[in-house]
């Protein structure tokens, strides 16, 4: 349990996010973490970084539940997280969680001292941790001695298997010093994070073999744009598919000034595209060819999607069950009534040659005929959707 969210022991998968503000802008950061939360993030992280940011954690969380918001904020901790929890316990207080990298937390025996201390910190307050180990940031002391050993013992083992063994054991070790400081095996998640899909699978599937601790699910350094999306996609459906994972990251580097969302409905389409969850009603779009020459059809569905979701935070908050909505906008006569029937609600728009009408299928029968300009079309349809919610999926009390 994380917050008021259940982690684990057959929960559902949970989508978690992380801002890219500065912390110590306390109004920029509670803002964004609004955002991702009525964007459908169930967890938030941030970063806790200096004294100042962990100066404006309670204000950020104070902020936060203001705005209505009660998603749960987790604090991500490098090298001083012993230091700022301890000499700011408002903070230590504020936030519902903490997440801990054993690669980051000091070196030689300050290393075990520094991790106990933020355990110890969590028993005190009730809060779970993350224990996160990540490729970029190993032990590099373990890892040393992990390659002399193969070394001198000829053991034939390629670096690559080394830093899987070395991972697994950070992980898997710190589980056990966080249980020894007197955390409970509730209180802890666990993750192996890298930037390989296929190192990815590897490393989860033997840490699902050596542990029931609940796992988070994350490639690390995705990328942008598509290579971030199919890299993550590629790796964490395959894991999702075998029933491993209990929190999920889609880590995309966004464009300058982009949209932190993004990574959120990247997490949410994972999930759902196996059926896993369902967060927000399902677009079925064609992909063109040479019987769509026009663009209206894409402009549509664009529009749509827009629409949907910047109407789901209210939909989730009136309306029971509005997220397993089915939609569908095609564009010509092939397969477009076949798709808008087996859709909630479906628009078959004219290829290159039929008549400009556009035939509206609502629960496989056809319901209306629009026509008109792209604008006309789009407010057309989303007047239908509006009233296919509010008469199909009862208001929540």
Not at 216 to 236: D, F, I, N, P, Y
Not at 349 to 364: N, R
């Amino acid at each position: 349990m994380v917050g008021h969210v259940p982690v684990g022991g057959g929960a559902p998968v949970v989508v978690q996010s992380m801002t890219n503000t500065d912390t110590e802008d306390a109004a920029a950061t509670a803002r964004q973490v609004v955002e991702l939360a009525e964007a459908g993030s169930e967890l938030v992280r941030i970063t806790v970084n200096t004294p100042k940011a962990a100066a404006a954690v309670q204000e950020i969380v104070a902020r936060v539940r203001d705005a209505g918001s009660s998603v749960p904020i987790i604090g991500d901790f490098h090298y001083n997280g012993h230091l700022l929890l301890s000499q700011y316990p408002e903070c230590a207080r504020a936030l519902d969680k903490y997440r801990i990298n054993p690669g980051n937390v000091g070196s030689g025996r300050k290393r075990d001292a520094n991790f106990a201390a933020i355990c110890r910190i969590a028993v005190d307050n009730q809060k779970p941790v993350r224990i996160g180990v990540n490729a970029g940031s190993l032990n590099q002391e373990l890892v040393m001695r992990k390659m002399a050993e193969n070394t001198e013992r000829d053991l034939g083992k390629d670096s690559e298997e080394i830093i899987d063994e070395c991972m697994l054991l950070s992980a898997l070790e710190s589980t056990e010093m966080a249980l020894e400081c007197g955390l409970s095996q509730e209180q802890i998640i666990i993750s192996v994070k890298c930037s390989s899909p296929r190192h990815l699978i590897r490393l989860y599937r033997e840490l699902s073999r050596k542990t029931r601790q609940p796992l988070h699910l994350g490639l690390t350094e995705a990328g942008m744009g598509m290579r971030g999306l199919v890299w993550s996609a590629t790796a964490m459906g395959v894991l999702l598919w075998e029933g491993i994972g209990d929190t999920i990251r889609v880590s995309l580097t966004p464009e300058p000034g982009g949209d932190r969302r993004q990574e959120v409905y990247a997490a949410q389409e994972m999930l759902q595209s196996l059926s896993l969850r369902s967060f927000a009603p399902t677009l079925v779009a064609c992909p063109g060819c040479g019987r769509t020459t026009s663009t209206v059809f894409q402009e549509l569905a664009g529009e749509i999607q827009d629409y949907v979701r910047a109407r789901m935070p209210e939909w989730r908050r009136r309306h029971e069950g509005v997220e397993e909505l089915t939609l569908a906008v095609m564009g010509c006569i092939v397969n477009g009534p076949g798709e808008s029937k087996a859709a909630n609600i479906g628009i078959s728009l004219p290829g290159t040659g039929e008549a400009p009408t556009c035939p509206v299928y609502i629960d496989g029968r056809h319901a209306t005929t629009l026509s008109g300009g792209r604008a006309e079309l789009s407010a057309g349809f989303r007047r239908i959707i509006e009233d296919y919610v509010a008469e199909k999926y009862p208001r929540r009390a």
